[in-house]
């Protein structure tokens, strides 16, 4: 039977904490020059509504490292572009790849695809939710404190597709999420019902502050995502206040990590001297989108099949 990943919630908390133990060996593996060809024919279609720094490169040279082959698919350039109905690509592309990865404006889209897919589909972000990213997070929290059980995270910012996903990941790490947002900006109460029926362990507030006190892990995101360009004005206003700097990262425990998934913009959710300084973690997390999508890949698609 073929597994997706299209929320953090698809894994169990054992399947994530194997999957997070074959990242790390993937890793060692990769800095010592170990060849692991596990996917060697598998193909990955990576199929991209919004551009991409990270998650195109991550994939692309990601599936190079398992020996498979990724191609890169402009939605403009296919024809669901022109007005192919999701559920015939879909059943197409089956018949011609191994797995799928989309990147879609839309959450329903990458819903709709694995409907009709007889392979596995990952999310590779939608405007609900952002797992692959959270993978990573995961896996450079561990890194940084051997579990992530009984830890505090605060977020900084607006409830967006990287906060729900963290917020869910809650009922799976034994984390607990404190998210600080403006009115109107708050995660989604379907969102928080999902976590907190599932186990997780969720607060709201509005002050910065009172989110980092003692937090161990301080994460934001941009305050303007792609396709929010119109209300870039209004967003910045409503923000006033949630820029991560030092005051606010000196209420967090001694030991805090910063993270942000990028592309930052230094200024407005976090100061240069925030994500430069000691305490972020950034580039390990996102050197970490490797090695957690060549574990899932594995996963996915099962290693030697």
Same mark, same amino acid.
């Given at each position: 039977?073929?597994?997706?990943?299209?929320s953090?919630?698809?894994?169990?908390?054992?399947?994530?904490?194997?999957?997070l133990?074959?990242?790390?060996t993937l890793?060692?593996?990769?800095?010592?020059g170990?060849?692991?060809?596990?996917?060697?024919?598998?193909?990955?279609?990576m199929?991209?509504?919004?551009?991409?720094?990270r998650?195109?490169?991550?994939?692309?040279?990601?599936?190079?490292?398992?020996?498979?082959?990724?191609?890169?698919?402009?939605?403009?350039?296919?024809?669901?572009?022109? #007005?192919?109905?999701?559920?015939?690509?879909?059943?197409?592309?089956?018949?011609?790849v191994?797995?799928?990865?989309?990147?879609?404006?839309?959450?329903?889209?990458?819903?709709?695809?694995?409907?009709y897919?007889?392979?596995?589909?990952?999310n590779?972000?939608s405007?609900l939710?952002?797992?692959?990213?959270?993978?990573a997070?995961i896996?450079?929290?561990?890194?940084r404190?051997?579990?992530t059980?009984?830890?505090?995270?605060?977020?900084?910012?607006d #409830?967006?597709?990287?906060?729900?996903?963290?917020?869910?990941?809650?009922?799976?790490?034994?984390?607990?999420?404190?998210?600080a947002?403006?009115r109107?900006?708050?995660?989604s109460? #379907?969102?928080?019902?999902?976590?907190?029926?599932a #186990?997780g362990?969720?607060?709201?507030?509005?002050?910065?502050?009172?989110?980092?006190?003692?937090?161990?892990?301080?994460?934001?995101?941009?305050?303007?995502?792609?396709?929010?360009?119109?209300?870039?004005?209004?967003r910045?206003k409503?923000?006033?206040?949630?820029?991560?700097?030092?005051?606010?990262?000196?209420?967090?425990?001694?030991?805090?990590?910063?993270?942000?998934?990028?592309?930052?913009?230094?200024g407005?959710?976090?100061?240069?001297?925030?994500?430069e300084?000691?305490q972020?973690?950034?580039?390990?997390e996102?050197e970490?989108?490797?090695?957690?999508?060549?574990?899932?890949?594995?996963?996915?698609?099962?290693e030697?099949?």
């Amino acid at each position: 039977m073929k597994r997706d990943c299209i929320s953090i919630l698809d894994f169990s908390v054992q399947e994530l904490e194997d999957l997070l133990v074959r990242a790390q060996t993937l890793k060692e593996m990769r800095r010592r020059g170990h060849p692991h060809p596990y996917l060697a024919g598998r193909s990955l279609a990576m199929i991209f509504e919004k551009s991409s720094t990270r998650t195109r490169i991550s994939f692309e040279v990601g599936m190079a490292d398992l020996g498979g082959t990724a191609l890169f698919l402009n939605a403009h350039d296919m024809q669901i572009g022109r #007005g192919e109905e999701i559920r015939d690509t879909s059943r197409v592309a089956s018949r011609y790849v191994s797995c799928v990865m989309i990147r879609a404006y839309r959450h329903l889209t990458i819903e709709d695809f694995a409907r009709y897919s007889s392979i596995p589909v990952i999310n590779g972000l939608s405007d609900l939710e952002h797992p692959c990213q959270i993978l990573a997070d995961i896996m450079t929290v561990k890194e940084r404190f051997g579990s992530t059980r009984g830890l505090r995270m605060a977020w900084i910012g607006d #409830g967006d597709n990287v906060c729900n996903s963290l917020i869910l990941s809650t009922a799976l790490t034994g984390m607990e999420i404190t998210v600080a947002s403006p009115r109107g900006y708050e995660p989604s109460d #379907g969102v928080l019902e999902r976590a907190l029926s599932a #186990g997780g362990k969720v607060r709201l507030v509005k002050d910065p502050g009172e989110a980092v006190k003692d937090a161990h892990v301080v994460v934001t995101d941009t305050w303007v995502s792609m396709g929010e360009e119109r209300e870039r004005d209004a967003r910045l206003k409503a923000f006033q206040g949630y820029t991560v700097d030092s005051s606010l990262m000196r209420k967090a425990a001694p030991e805090a990590i910063f993270l942000h998934c990028l592309p930052a913009h230094r200024g407005q959710e976090v100061t240069d001297e925030v994500i430069e300084g000691a305490q972020s973690a950034v580039f390990d997390e996102a050197e970490n989108r490797l090695h957690a999508q060549k574990a899932l890949l594995v996963f996915l698609m099962g290693e030697g099949k």
